[in-house]
């Protein structure tokens, strides 16, 4: 029987939208910024902001490049291993 994550299986969450949703969170959390704050940035909601730092829902290239102004970071942090 296959493991669930907010209506997904395991399988269909992507690896690298992991990687990615986990440095944004890390980057939020070291600025001490709140999730409606980089939601307001981005023009979306605190709920989908959770969603892309757990790595459900990817982020568009247009988004990551926000969140990168938002967070006075580069893109390529975003794909830091970690």
């Known amino acids: ?3 669930w994550i907010a209506g997904r299986t395991v ?5 690298l939208n992991v990687i990615i949703g986990a440095n944004m969170r890390r980057l939020r ?3 001490g910024m709140t999730l409606e704050e980089i939601g307001s940035a ?4 605190y709920q989908q902001v959770q ?3 757990r790595g459900i829902s990817g982020v568009s290239a247009a988004d990551l490049a926000r ?3 938002a967070l006075t970071c580069t893109i390529n ?4 291993m970690l």
């Open 77 to 80: 942090e975003f794909f830091e």
């Open 51 to 53: 969603k892309y730092e």
């Open 11 to 15: 399988a269909e969450i992507d690896p």
């Open 42 to 45: 981005l023009g979306k909601t």
């Open 1 to 3: 029987m296959p493991a």
């Open 67 to 69: 969140c990168a102004v």
């Open 29 to 31: 959390l070291a600025r």
